[in-house]
């Protein structure tokens, strides 16, 4: 389930890249979010309990979200910008890319082994949605 995640995450990801790379690309809002989602991977190591997981999914989820509705932002910005411009968002998001992926695959891992609680399924399923919806 939580390999489904990633690949979904990265998948969704990749889409709004190429997506992006006809529109708006703003690294420093995205920045923002990647520093919010690392706060999040560090407390995904201390996890104790399904309580533990179910909240660092809840705020996984919100930072998902917020990711996503940024990046479809930045494709406006994109359009306006010069070429060179154009380039430096684009290595800046790449970047951002590879930092949530690996950051959305140590959160997968360090909650593996409450996947099958009631309460972070459900909240599994729910990332899920976040991540095939757009």
């Given at each position: ?22 529109s ?13 989602l ?40 994109y ?33 593996e ?22």
């Amino acid at each position: 389930m939580k390999s489904q995640i990633i690949i979904t995450a990265t998948l969704l990801l990749s889409l709004l890249f190429f997506k992006g790379c006809k529109s708006e690309t703003s690294p420093a809002d995205l920045q923002e979010e990647v520093k919010v989602l690392k706060e999040i991977e560090k407390r995904s190591e201390n996890i104790d309990s399904k309580n533990d997981a179910f909240n660092v999914l809840r705020d996984l989820n919100q930072t998902i979200k917020d990711i996503r509705d940024k990046i479809l932002r930045m494709e406006v910005r994109y359009r306006e910008v010069s070429e060179n411009e154009k380039i430096q968002m684009e290595k800046k998001f790449e970047q951002a890319n590879r930092e949530i992926d690996r950051s959305l695959r140590i959160i997968s891992e360090n909650t593996e082994p409450y996947k099958d609680n009631e309460e972070v399924s459900k909240m599994l399923d729910k990332l899920n949605e976040i991540l095939i919806s757009k």
